[in-house]
């Protein structure tokens, strides 16, 4: 497509905007100046339109690539829900922010002959590469499958409830499924008992009336703690078995021998990790750099699993599919076999283990000046946990760490305080926001809800490691190697207005200058610093923030204010470390498991995409897990009153997160109090109409516990903590939004909810749902990942 402007001057932005709405791949500023034909300073001028455009939503900007808004990217992972009237097959994008609109609908292409792996049909998840069609009656996106990665559902997840006349009825975990029971006989029954957790399956029956199911396993009593993990295993489709041959290819493994390696047996690494870890898969150790006035030099080695996973593997298709571990707080499910994941690649204490290593000098102001790669074999010197090698730091070392107190580990805080200083010049986002840890007892059940303190361990541990991801990132973009980068976007232009907003509200201004950096949301939480408003203002800018992914092109990392990044350290437990161990085996020549030539830009977009949802069903699950577990601890003890933080305001009600345990919970606003409250979404406040009573994410409230929802992870509250006086001129722009009956008034910027606990049978009915359907979704909204940098999240 050409544009008569193109011959006339500088293109119009109706023009460029056109251009890239009808691009059909990736699109950034130099595929418009090429078009327009821009050099110079008309580039100059190109990108000056361009940032406007984004302002005003005209388009939109992720990384390099600028698109349509609310659009989605090439390649997307799909569920192929129904077909439309002409047969053809209809597909909804797996992640798709709601608050963008309703999800867009994508037609299949069916090939006649599909290629093997790629026959889709209703119910399958796939992996599809997208355009947007255009034409003069409608838009619309149109997907070719590129691979099918889960069959259609045939078997449900389900609370077995037994009739008193014999067999019983599953009631569906999943909420999707809310409603959809299935009828089972009783020699279908399985010896299911009520309460068990089971998996049925579907039986075809014709006619009307409910489903028929049969019993294929039973997975616990729910009255067990045990049971609740395999929830959310189930219900996100999380596998849990290896194939035969991934298995038989496990336990034929040899370990690693010296042929083709460098021997670093004699060097003294150390492994540092949490004191309940099962495998061990990165060590460390640091040395004065005689060649470096004031330098250090730092090795990083990590397990080398790309030596006994081999690209075409039943090992790695097993561990694609999986894309990653997944830890609940009673059980892992590993990425690879235990063979591989805690035993080969365990980098144990006296063992002989092959490793990748990466080797760094430090200058004396903390600065990486150079890098070497090497493939290796160790034997770990000790392994220590965080609080162990912390305590031997600050004076108390044990029998482990007395020994190598001084060869060890004070050269590892000298190098790390090195590092530290080039950490603060980086200047990478500062969020405080802390993480809760469950812990159980022997039998299982919840023992206590713990938010471990963090120590220089654990910061000495995870900056190296970025060192280390630093590293590979840069020394396979020298090579010209494709890799898997680990991206964060900087935040949308509409996140950025909207805590721009709620920052006017605290007298807050939000300033920039130049482009945005984590150095400007910094400043902001610096000033809330030790106040009141500190875990409020943490939460909101978190919010504000882009979730981190994998992608094959590179856009930086911005939580961590970095120009490249890729995921190097965790092989064992990552589909994304290993593609990159893999290209460096390649860059370097070091062997054998080497990134195969097949392997390129466009085929490591697509694992890309789908690693970054299974981390995305990880998470989720996890997070499911843990919701589950607190509401199962909490059930006991309906009445009881807690202190907690609002957490989270809409038009539905406040959640409100528990000190002691962390758990959320929701207050419908109905049960408020006996007036209207306005949903103020720039304060992140419900705001009583009539006595300006205020409650706002991040206060400290009191409340009860009124009913508890195990299986659904869900519990709600009562307030018992009077709201907060809103400001003069708050409750002044209240009173402007009332009218003469409150009934009547329907505000433009705010929503009005009714509030009463004494409301009549049939009044409200909207409202009531709403909050019914909250409190079966209650739980803390995914969080970016782009914040505190941690070893296994950034």
């Known amino acids: 497509m050409r544009d008569k402007s193109r011959d006339t001057g500088f293109p119009s932005r109706d023009a460029i905007v056109a251009f890239i709405r009808a691009y059909p791949g990736k699109i950034g500023t130099r595929e418009i100046a090429r078009e327009f034909g821009l050099k110079n300073a008309a580039r100059v001028e190109l990108k000056r339109v361009l940032r406007e455009l984004i302002a005003e939503g005209a388009i939109a900007k992720k990384g390099k690539e600028v698109r349509e808004p609310k659009g989605l990217p090439s390649t997307v992972l799909v569920d192929i829900a129904t077909r439309d009237a002409d047969g053809e097959l209809i597909a909804t994008p797996v992640e798709w922010d709601e608050a963008d609109g309703k999800a867009p609908r994508i037609r299949i292409h069916t090939a006649r002959r599909p290629l093997p792996g790629t026959a889709a049909g209703v119910g399958d998840r796939a992996l599809v590469r997208i355009e947007k069609i255009e034409d003069e009656e409608d838009s619309f996106y149109r997907g070719r499958v590129i691979k099918v990665l889960d069959g259609a559902r045939t078997r449900l997840l389900g609370i077995y409830r037994a009739l008193p006349n014999g067999g019983g009825r599953m009631i569906p975990v999943d909420k999707k499924q809310a409603g959809r029971e299935l009828n089972i006989a009783a020699s279908d029954a399985n010896g299911a008992e009520d309460g068990d957790l089971v998996s049925v399956d579907l039986i075809r029956t014709r006619g009307y009336g409910l489903g028929s199911g049969k019993v294929k396993e039973r997975l616990g009593s729910l009255s067990s703690e045990k049971a609740v993990s395999m929830i959310a295993i189930h219900s996100h489709d999380i596998p849990q078995a290896f194939s035969r041959n991934a298995l038989q290819e496990a336990e034929a493994a040899k370990p690693a021998a010296l042929k083709g390696r460098e021997d670093w047996r004699e060097l003294p690494l150390v492994t540092i990790d949490p004191p309940d870890a099962k495998d061990h898969d990165d060590a460390v150790y640091a040395e004065v750099d005689p060649d470096n006035d004031g330098g250090m030099i730092v090795t990083v080695a990590i397990a080398d699993v790309a030596f006994y996973v081999r690209p075409g593997s039943a090992l790695d298709s097993d561990a694609l599919q999986r894309g990653n571990s997944v830890y609940f707080p009673d059980r892992v499910v590993p990425m690879l076999p235990e063979r591989i994941s805690n035993d080969l690649c365990s980098l144990v204490p006296g063992e002989p283990r092959g490793a990748l290593a990466v080797r760094m000098v430090i200058d004396e102001d903390g600065k990486k000046v150079s890098h070497s790669f090497h493939r290796i074999l160790m034997r770990s010197a000790a392994k220590l946990s965080y609080a162990q090698a912390q305590a031997a730091i600050d004076g108390k070392p044990d029998d482990i760490t007395g020994p190598i107190l001084d060869p060890i580990l004070k050269p590892l805080y000298a190098a790390y305080a090195l590092v530290k200083k080039a950490r603060d010049e980086r200047n990478p986002l500062e969020l405080e926001i802390p993480e809760r840890k469950i812990l159980l007892k022997k039998d299982g059940t919840v023992d206590r809800v713990i938010v471990p303190e963090r120590l220089d361990a654990h910061k000495l541990i995870e900056e190296f490691m970025i060192l280390a991801n630093v590293a590979a990132a840069e020394m396979l973009e020298k090579k010209g190697l494709p890799l898997i980068y680990r991206v964060h976007d900087e935040p949308t232009v509409e996140k950025v207005h909207n805590l721009a907003e709620f920052l006017k509200t605290l007298d807050t201004p939000f300033t920039k200058a130049g482009s945005l950096r984590p150095s400007v949301f910094n400043r902001v939480l610096a000033q809330f610093k030790g106040h009141d408003s500190e875990p409020l203002v943490n939460e909101v800018v978190l919010r504000s923030q882009a979730q981190a992914e994998y992608t094959s092109e590179n856009y930086g990392h911005f939580g961590l204010n970095l120009r490249r990044y890729a995921h190097f350290t965790s092989p064992i437990r990552r589909y994304a470390d290993l593609i990159v161990h893999r290209a460096l ?108 009573a205020m409650y706002r994410l991040g206060d400290v409230v009191d409340v009860r516990l009124v009913e508890a929802a195990p299986v659904a992870g869900a519990l709600r509250f009562e307030m018992l903590s009077e709201g907060n006086e809103a400001p003069r001129r708050v409750r002044r722009d209240q009173g402007r939004s009332k009218g003469a009956d409150d009934r009547e008034h329907r505000p433009t910027t705010t929503k009005k909810f009714k509030s009463s606990k004494k409301s009549k049978p049939g009044k409200n009915a909207r409202v009531k749902d709403k909050a019914k359907k909250a409190l079966a979704n209650a739980g803390r909204a995914s969080r970016s990942t782009g914040g505190k940098p941690t070893r296994g999240k950034s």
């Open 585 to 692: 085996i390649r860059a370097l020549g070091l062997g054998e498991g080497a990134l195969p030539e097949t392997e390129t830009p466009e085929t490591l977009a697509e694992i890309s995409t789908q690693i970054s949802a299974t981390e995305r069903r990880a998470m989720k699950a996890e997070r499911e897990t843990s919701d589950r577990l607190i509401a199962h601890f909490l059930a006991d003890k309906i009445g009881t009153s807690f202190q907690g933080r609002i957490s989270g305001v809409t038009k539905v009600g406040l959640f409100v997160r528990l000190t002691e345990t962390g758990a959320d919970g929701l207050i419908p606003i109905r049960t408020l109090g006996s007036e209207y409250f306005n949903f103020d979404e720039a304060r992140h406040a419900l705001i009583g109409t009539r006595s300006g």
